[in-house]
């Protein structure tokens, strides 16, 4: 029986950045020799068992058969005849198929069958074998690569291959599940327009997200826009959300703010009428779709609808800010309006020659949100109740006191004048 640490820990260790998780596999073992040494077993697919002491998983050497569509579609073997070649091509990129041997007094050093430390050196995603055609996920894994590793490139053949498996209908049977937890994790990359980059290179885009596919080669006004295709200003406003170390609603947020954009009539372009409310029907459908959870839906569903009020919120009185801080939700989820806020900046950032311009009506907004949570609302519930008033006539003494407390806040025009 030998042990090897193999995948993102040896990647990433020859990289010279920090490794968190350490992948094991076991060659020459059976199950039972694994509980015979303490192992405890937690796989239900293959077999994978909890180290006694560190609690990490190691996995028995396996190979994989493709009997079906999708990342289903696979029968598991696992034998002690199973090899370490075996077991590393069945990996999707040459550089997580990469062993090393766990005895520190080894002298085995590197196993390296596929080439992964030359492509590492050239910094290249290149796929392991043919067999990588077998998996559609292993295309959302190589774009979400090429956001992670910003300097790498995919291979041309690696492309081709994609291409085809998006030809051949393989990527029509990803699932919801492993859709999204791609896209996540790509989205919180350090470059998330490079995983939008290959998938449309690749023609998986149009597939998966065609909301977002269709946004490329859409006008929009040149004076507000520079960069003028709707699709080149999503990605910048998602690497803007990147730069500013947005958490993941707000990406995902970012990524569904313009997807009406694709819908806007021909006649109308490069105007988009209306857009907000077309953007938030088309994000409820791809929401579902691939069961985005709660939170960013909710936050992303906001930014939709309330992106361009946000916007010109700078010209708008102590009436209409508390409307639109009301239609937020800002008053019961301050911390999810500054998630909206931050996710407003990357969009007015992400222009090109914008990058570095203030957002001015993120702190203004911030202090009129300040100017509403300082009145008491119980307060005038009481007052309300002792001259025999009840029911919606509250809330408008509650809004109106709220307005009033906008208009006098000075911490406005601090905001003002910034």
Same mark, same amino acid.
């Given at each position: ?279 938030? %029907? #088309?994000?409820? /459908? *791809? !929401?579902?779709?691939?069961? @985005?959870? $709660? ?8 930014? &939709? ?58 702190? %203004? #907004?911030?202090? /009129? *949100? !300040?100017?509403?949570?300082? @009145?008491? $609302? ?8 002792? &001259? ?31």
């Amino acid at each position: 029986m030998k042990i090897y640490m193999v995948g993102g820990a040896v990647r990433d260790r020859l990289l010279g950045r920090p490794v968190n998780d350490h992948d094991w596999v076991v060659v020459g073992a059976t199950p039972e020799d694994m509980v015979a040494r303490g192992y405890l077993p937690v796989g239900r697919d293959f077999p994978v068992f909890l180290h006694p002491h560190t609690r990490e998983e190691y996995a028995l050497a396996r190979t994989e058969r493709k009997t079906g569509r999708g990342y289903r579609g696979f029968v598991i073997q696992t034998s002690p005849d199973v090899t370490l070649e075996e077991d590393l091509a069945r990996r999707d990129l040459t550089i997580n198929a990469i062993a090393v041997s766990a005895d520190p007094a080894g002298l085995e050093g590197h196993f390296d069958p596929y080439g992964g430390a030359r492509d590492l050196h050239n910094k290249v995603l290149r796929h392991v074998t043919d067999a990588f055609r077998e998996d559609p996920v292993r295309i959302l894994r190589v774009a979400r690569f090429a956001a992670r590793f910003t300097d790498f490139t995919v291979a041309p053949e690696t492309m081709q291959l994609m291409r085809e498996m998006v030809q051949h209908g393989e990527a029509d049977h990803l699932v919801a599940e492993r859709v999204w937890q791609e896209l996540s994790r790509g989205l919180m990359e350090a470059q998330p327009s490079r995983m939008f980059e290959v998938l449309r290179e690749c023609g998986a885009l149009a597939v998966v997200l065609p909301e977002v596919n269709r946004l490329w080669g859409v006008p929009q006004r040149a004076e507000y826009h520079p960069e003028i295709d709707t699709g080149i200003h999503l990605m910048m406003v998602l690497d803007m959300a990147a730069r500013l170390e947005a958490p993941l609603a707000v990406r995902f947020a970012c990524l569904t703010h313009d997807l009406g954009k694709g819908t806007t009539p021909p006649d109308v372009l490069p105007r988009h009428i209306g857009h907000e409310q077309r953007s938030a %029907r #088309l994000l409820k /459908a *791809l !929401a579902g779709r691939l069961r @985005v959870p $709660t939170d960013c839906r909710e936050l992303a569903d906001v930014v &939709a609808r309330e992106h361009g009020n946000i916007h010109r919120s700078s010209d708008l009185q102590a009436a209409a800010l508390v409307r639109l801080l009301e239609r937020c939700d800002a008053i019961r989820k301050p911390a999810r309006f500054d998630g909206v806020l931050l996710a407003c900046e990357c969009d007015a950032r992400g222009r090109l020659h914008f990058e570095e311009s203030a957002y001015p009506q993120r702190p %203004r #907004l911030n202090a /009129a *949100l !300040a100017a509403v949570q300082s @009145v008491a $609302t119980s307060v005038i519930a009481d007052r309300a109740a002792a &001259a025999g008033v009840t029911g919606q006539k509250v809330g408008e003494w509650i809004h109106a006191a709220r307005v009033q407390a906008v208009a006098a806040w000075p911490g406005l025009a601090a905001a003002d004048n910034a």
